[in-house]
């Protein structure tokens, strides 16, 4: 099932789902997005605040997990500790361009906004900059996509059109695994949290 079939079938609820695939990622399905509206199978206004929503959303998202546990999980997935650390050297390095740009560094995007919840950035600051950057995202890939579509075709033929409601399971799938890492953490809390309260053995 190509872009255009989906948002035919799925009309404005096309853009709520565009919501969701950028909450986690989705350059590449914002990108043929753009190519469907510049066809006229979709609002390119629509496409492009759908998608600045869902990226903002999505990275304050992973910023809040990084903030909050972000030392724990560390800890338990040291693997993901030198893409956090290479991320942390950006930050450090160019502070409010890497804020602006890390949407469009591939190897470490995905963890860049998670990285940043651990430094102990402001949540003003950056939710502020996370918006203007989601913004540019959002307008870069869609504007692509719109001036790009016959260019697109032309280049990867079917390819554009593999775009299926499989895919979106699969990011409802992980949505829901966030979900249940997020309660379970939050049980594992409370038990140390009265764990700490209980009173010891010799308490009166």
């Known amino acids: 099932m190509d872009v255009n079939q989906l948002s035919a079938e799925h009309g404005a609820w096309f853009y709520p789902i565009t919501f969701l695939w950028t909450f986690l990622e989705g350059e590449t399905f914002v990108i043929f997005a753009g190519a469907a509206a510049q066809q006229g199978h979709l609002s390119l ?34 693997k993901h500790r030198g893409s956090v650390d290479i991320a942390l050297g ?5 502070n409010t361009w890497f804020i602006l740009s890390f949407r469009f560094i591939y190897g470490i995007r995905n963890v860049s906004s998670f990285a ?5 950035l402001s949540y ?24 790009l ?5 032309a280049v990867l033929g079917d390819l554009v059109k593999q775009f299926g409601l499989a895919m979106l399971g ?28 209980a009173p010891g053995p ?3």
Do not use: C
């Open 116 to 120: 940043m919840g651990t430094s102990g």
């Open 124 to 147: 003003a600051r950056f939710l502020a900059l996370n918006f203007l950057a989601a913004g540019m995202w959002s307008m870069t890939f869609a504007g692509a996509g719109y001036l």
């Open 149 to 153: 579509g016959h260019a697109f075709e």
């Open 90 to 94: 950006f930050l450090r390095r160019y």
């Open 45 to 78: 206004s629509w496409l492009i605040a759908a998608a600045w929503l869902g990226s903002f959303a999505g990275d304050q998202f992973y910023f809040f997990i990084g903030r909050r546990w972000g030392q724990r999980i560390l800890a338990r997935f040291p």
């Open 202 to 204: 010799n308490a009166p």
């Open 170 to 197: 699969v990011f409802l799938f992980v949505i829901a695994l966030v979900m249940g890492l997020h309660k379970r953490l939050q049980k594992r809390e409370a038990e140390l949290l009265k764990n700490k309260t």
